[in-house]
């Protein structure tokens, strides 16, 4: 579901944030008064050699610099196209992100507003089966093919970097960076 790394990965928290986060938003999705979006990381290969360790041998599928913006439930959801990220929290506040499971495994999911893939549950459908929330500096791993939500109870922005793997699941990525370190 999910699991904190342990291992400080950064080099050092001096980072200069306006020479790799991009302007150029690649996706978003607003979900009543919270949005997520997505953007380039610029100088993506200069950033891992000068600030990461190195942690993984399975290339991530992208990388985004990536924020959580507003206040409110970001809807319980499985992503598109990706089945397993590594988040590194630049800055974070007080939300919640939660996994759930379904209570009856009939229940289909919903869209969000102009977009195509049914990805969304009522969290009426949902049991809560874990909780976390994270600290600037932190990683965690998320296996994001189960459903999951961030409770946002405060306007200020949630940052990540978040390297995302499409065609790896989550033990895969898990065990490569349990073997790497
Ligand atoms: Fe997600």
């Not at 399975?58 to 990536?66: A, D």
């Not at 939500?149 to 922005?157: G, S």
């Not at 995302?164 to 065990?175: A, E, K, S």
């Amino acid at each position: 579901m999910y699991q904190k790394i342990e291992q400080n990965f950064l080099r050092t928290n001096n980072i200069k944030w306006d020479y790799f986060r991009s302007n150029s938003e690649m996706s978003r999705y607003d979900c009543y008064g919270t949005s997520i979006v997505y953007s380039k990381l610029d100088h993506n290969e200069e950033f891992r050699l000068i600030h990461l360790r190195k942690f993984f041998t399975i290339p991530p599928t992208r990388v985004y610099f990536t924020e959580i913006i507003g206040g409110g439930l970001l809807y319980p959801h499985i992503d598109h196209n990706t089945q397993v990220v590594l988040n590194f929290y630049v800055s974070s506040d007080e939300s919640k992100t939660i996994f759930y499971k379904l209570k009856n495994d009939e229940t289909q999911p919903f869209k969000y507003k102009d977009k195509e893939t049914d990805n969304i549950y009522q969290p009426d459908d949902l049991i809560e089966t874990g909780s976390f929330q994270s600290s600037a500096g932190d990683a965690y791993l998320l296996d994001v093919s189960k459903i999951h939500a961030v409770q946002k109870t405060n306007d200020i922005v949630r940052q990540f970097i978040s390297y995302q793997w499409q065609y790896h699941d989550y033990d895969t990525i898990l065990n490569d960076l349990k073997n790497t370190i």
